[in-house]
């Protein structure tokens, strides 16, 4: 079993839908969360970082932490075509430079 | 603020080949990652340095893979021989210090070996 598991997708929703995305994790150690964006043939980008449970909020991203039940998830309200990409979630328990990535989920927003 | 800079962006070699890739951390960025992704995978790392030292590469395959990090810049990653089973995206990454979590991905390098 991975340490860090997401459903592969593809999520499709219309334009101005609220996507939801999620990633579960087994290491409880685990306690900074991050949020990668990546469009085709590009690098990760640095979306969402949270340390420790909670809720974090940035323009029309949510990131939210659960550590209880080892789930995070990311909304993205208003959804745009552009959002279309695959979106990573990765974490870390701290150790220098250590981060275990998911697979990924690719999210399509149709017009 | 020039970010992660690869080269080359793509590669397709013969099986047996040598191959090697070039990253440009960003400036002042002492932490330098060279991760590699499979296609509909998460980016696995392979080495990282801390300036010019390699502090964990337990999971680069040192048969054939081999990198460097010379002045604590710039770094090379170099496969020899490539195998088919090397066809991925190779990424480069940085961040101002391991313990920043913040990385910085480059645009990456797709290696075809054929």
């Known amino acids: 079993q991975k340490e860090v598991e997401q459903d592969p997708g593809p999520l499709s929703v219309p334009e101005g839908a609220i996507v939801s995305l999620n990633c579960t994790y087994s290491?409880?150690?685990?306690?900074?969360f991050m949020w990668y964006r990546q469009y085709s043939r590009k690098g990760p980008e640095l979306l969402m970082y949270?340390?420790?449970?909670g809720n974090k909020e940035d323009g029309r991203f949510t990131a939210q932490v659960d550590k209880s039940s080892k789930y995070i998830s990311l909304f993205i309200r208003d959804s745009q075509p552009s959002d279309s990409a695959t979106y990573l979630c990765?974490?870390?328990?701290?150790?220098?430079?250590?981060?275990?990535f998911g697979a990924g989920t690719q999210v399509v927003v149709t017009p | 603020e020039a970010g992660v800079v690869q080269s080359p962006r793509y590669k397709i070699i013969e099986k047996k080949q040598p191959v090697a890739f070039w990253c440009n951390p960003i400036?002042?960025?002492?932490?330098l990652y060279w991760y590699r992704q499979n296609l509909g995978q998460g980016p696995e790392l392979l080495i990282r340095?801390?300036?010019?030292?390699?502090?964990?590469d337990s999971q680069l395959p040192k048969d054939r893979f081999s990198a460097e990090r010379l002045k604590g810049v710039d770094s090379t990653l170099k496969i020899q021989p490539a195998e088919l089973g090397d066809s991925a995206v190779y990424l480069c990454?940085?961040?101002?210090?391991?313990?920043?979590?913040?990385?910085?991905f480059g645009q990456g390098t797709r290696l075809t070996v054929v």
């Open positions: 990454a940085s961040s101002l210090g391991a313990r920043n979590t913040e990385a910085f």
């Open positions: 290491n409880s150690a685990f306690q900074y």
């Open positions: 949270t340390y420790s449970s």
């Open positions: 990765a974490m870390s328990d701290g150790s220098w430079g250590k981060f275990q």
């Open positions: 400036s002042g960025h002492n932490t």
């Open positions: 340095y801390e300036n010019e030292e390699a502090v964990d």
